[in-house]
């Protein structure tokens, strides 16, 4: 049966410059940001909305000497995995990409993909996945950042997220993979921004639903007390805590009170964590919990162990581990994460762990930390990954190296290193931390081969 495809306006950065004639094509795989591949006269050809064995009609968007790309015009042969998205938006919105993918096939089109990086840059054919860390299909995204835009043109304001490949925002009505406690965010604030003196001011919604549901308004110049009153009444109706930030970058929380500060639990290790809004805390809280309990399971830390871990964070990992450990040091760029690391410690009452301000990409053989001994290395880099650490520290001090993955290619890349350091890979799996989206997020063990 053959199906017509709404082409997504402008999905690529990459504008078409000559008109060209559309291609049937038969598409072999996804790859690793979720785009269909196949073959063409010995140039790759890279597909978007096109999904694994289907047949297509497609559109050249970029020709270079071994590579094209292309986007989907028609569906000649439908995949038996395909279906209909679940958001109307799918098609501008910048959110998700794989909404039009069974959520079981996208974990194992995720998983062939890794596979196939680290054919190609470890060397390693046959890896020992393990079970994936699932998520919830929907409602499963406790953080995000809404956009706002006074058009004043048109004397209306526009509240939603980026398009797909470019900078215009797209108005969204609802969306399905926040929290449910945000339900109603697009439609009050649809309502209430046109009503303020000031509402031209306010450029983000920052949503942070931990152990309240937060709604940080950022705004660009000073709000009248009339328009905080509508702002604070509308978040009361819906049971949000208000909280503003002023041009400066300065928060102020509405009610004034301490228990309204924010933090998160890891009830399994029965943890909590405050932070900041700056700070940066995992999206998803149900695959946290689970990442963070699996990590334990792999480590099997004993009380004789010393571990270090890097780009900590606020304490993330290194307060679990501290639970099982000697003793935890933990190394972060950001020193108000460390800050923040060093009072979650104290809180928890946890003496075995410290933390020390280090930018991890300069040289850090002088550091006191680095001269200590470990048995265990934690990794949780960016997506940069972690090269420039990896190619510094002596990895044949340690017994296991964990490392925890937001960019499959990065981390096929620094296994090469691991390896070569005299490592073997253990066990690897996904964590699905953003069901429909071309994200893959992995934890790797790595153990000293004797």
């Known amino acids: 049966m ?15 410059t000559h008109a060209k004639a559309a291609k049937q094509l038969i598409i072999s795989s996804l790859n690793h940001e979720g785009v269909g591949v196949t073959r063409e006269h010995n140039k790759v050809a890279f597909v978007e909305g096109a999904l694994p064995n289907e047949t297509v009609i497609a559109n ?35 959110g998700c990409q794989l909404q039009h993918l069974q959520l079981g096939q996208q974990l194992i089109e995720k998983q062939t993909a890794v596979s196939q990086l680290f054919k190609k840059f470890a060397k390693i054919v046959d890896l020992n996945w393990q079970n994936p860390i699932e998520s919830p299909a929907l409602n499963y995204r406790r953080s995000a950042r809404i956009a706002v835009f006074y058009q004043q ?19 969204i009505e609802h969306c399905l993979v926040l929290e449910k406690c945000y339900e109603a ?12 003196k000031n509402g031209k001011a306010i450029t983000h919604l920052q949503l942070c639903s931990v152990n309240h549901a937060f ?6 110049k000073p709000l009248p007390t009339v328009d905080i009153e509508k702002l604070t009444l509308a978040c009361q109706q819906n049971n949000w805590k208000l909280v503003l930030e002023a041009e400066t970058g300065e928060f102020s929380f509405i009610d004034k009170k301490k228990k309204s500060l924010p933090s998160y639990q890891l009830t399994q290790q029965q943890l909590t964590f405050s932070f900041t809004f700056t700070n940066f805390i995992q999206v998803n809280d149900n695959v946290n919990q689970q990442m963070i309990t699996q990590a334990l399971e792999w480590l099997a830390l004993s009380n004789q162990e010393k571990v ?12 679990a581990m501290a639970q099982q450990a000697e003793k935890v040091v933990g190394i972060e760029g950001v020193a108000a994460s460390v800050e923040g690391a060093s009072l979650n410690a104290k809180s928890n009452q946890i003496e075995n762990a410290e933390f020390y301000c280090q930018d991890l990409t300069q040289e850090m053989k002088k550091s006191p930390w680095y001269r200590q001994n470990y048995d265990v290395l934690v990794l ?26 937001c960019d499959p290619v990065t981390l096929a890349r620094d296994t090469q290193v691991i390896i070569e350091s005299g490592f073997m890979l253990d066990k690897i799996s996904l964590m699905n931390m953003f069901p429909h989206t071309k994200h893959i997020e992995t934890m790797a063990l790595f153990i000293k081969e004797r």
């Open 2 to 16: 053959v199906k017509l495809f709404k082409v997504p306006k402008n999905t690529s950065k990459n504008k078409v």
């Open 60 to 94: 050249v968007l970029q020709t270079k000497a071994k590579y094209e790309r292309l986007i989907t015009t028609k569906i000649l042969t439908e995949s038996p995995y395909r279906l209909t998205p679940f958001c109307p938006h799918f098609s501008l919105c910048g």
């Open 153 to 171: 043109q048109q004397n209306k304001f526009q509240l939603g997220f980026r398009q797909q490949g470019a900078k215009k925002i797209i108005d």
């Open 185 to 196: 965010i697009f439609s009050v604030f649809r309502q209430l921004l046109p009503s303020l």
């Open 215 to 220: 709604v940080i308004v950022r705004h660009i």
């Open 308 to 319: 270090l871990d890097l780009f900590c964070g606020i304490g993330n990992f290194s307060l």
């Open 380 to 405: 949780d880099p960016s997506r940069m990954g972690a090269l420039a650490i990896l190619q510094q520290l002596s990895l044949k001090r340690f017994k296991r190296i964990l490392y925890v993955s």
